[in-house]
Structure formats: C-alpha cells, structure tokens
C-alpha cells in the first residue's frame, strides 16, 4: 500500500545514463573500421592455409586489429545486453544475476581473446 512516490522513491537517475550512451556509439564507431579490417582479413585469407593465417597475424597491426575487434565487439555487446535486461526483466533477483552473468562473461571473452590472439602473433 505505497503511494507512487513512496515506490519511485530511491529508484531515480543513478547519473550513468549519458556516459552509457556515449561509450554504445563509441564502441560501434570504432566496430566500423574494424569490421571493414575483418572483411579484409577474410577475403585475405580465404582458401589460405593456417600457415597463412598464422603469418598474417603474426603481424603487429593485424594482432591489434584482432584484439581491439574482439575486446570492443563484446563490450559492446555488454552495453547493449545491460539496456535490454534493464528494460525488459522486472524481477530484481534475475535482473541482478543476469547482469553479472553478462559482465563475467563478457570480461573473461575479453580476456581470453587477447591472450589467444597474442598467443598466436608470437608463435
């Protein structure tokens, strides 16, 4: 039995909102660049062997495009997963643990496609 202010109470701006909308565009900004990169690395590389894959990204360049390809691609997608649970899920235990699902996931795909990619640059 509360009234409208008493449930809105508490549940304001947490103050975030812009700098989650700036850092969504950035990141598909940056993501146009280097799916074009991505199209290049594919056409590149099509019928090559693993020899040749190995090669190109043995390159620093091709290396660092793959890394910033995969560390801003999930970021991104954590961005945009965030809105949408925030918007569609109302249950505050599953809103909570979707999140983290999403954050954890998201951060350990980061972390393991830069290792691996480094991995292979260096051997």
């Not at 990169?37 to 693993?50: D, I, K, N, T």
């Not at 945009?80 to 925030?86: A, K």
Request: proline residues 2%; charged residues 10%.
């Amino acid at each position: 039995m509360l009234n409208p202010l008493a449930r809105a109470r508490g549940l304001g701006s947490a103050k975030q909102g812009v700098h989650h909308w700036y850092l969504q565009r950035a990141t598909a900004l940056l993501l146009i660049p280097l799916t074009a990169w991505l199209l290049y690395a594919m056409v590149r590389l099509s019928g090559a062997g693993y020899e040749a894959a190995m090669a190109f990204l043995s390159s620093p360049f091709h290396a660092a495009c793959a890394v910033l390809l995969a560390v801003s691609g999930l970021y991104h997608a954590m961005l945009g997963l965030q809105v949408v649970i925030e918007d569609y899920v109302h249950t505050r235990s599953v809103d909570v643990t979707l999140q983290l699902a999403v954050k954890a996931l998201g951060y350990a795909g980061m972390a393991f496609s830069a290792i691996y990619i480094f991995r292979l640059a260096i051997a």
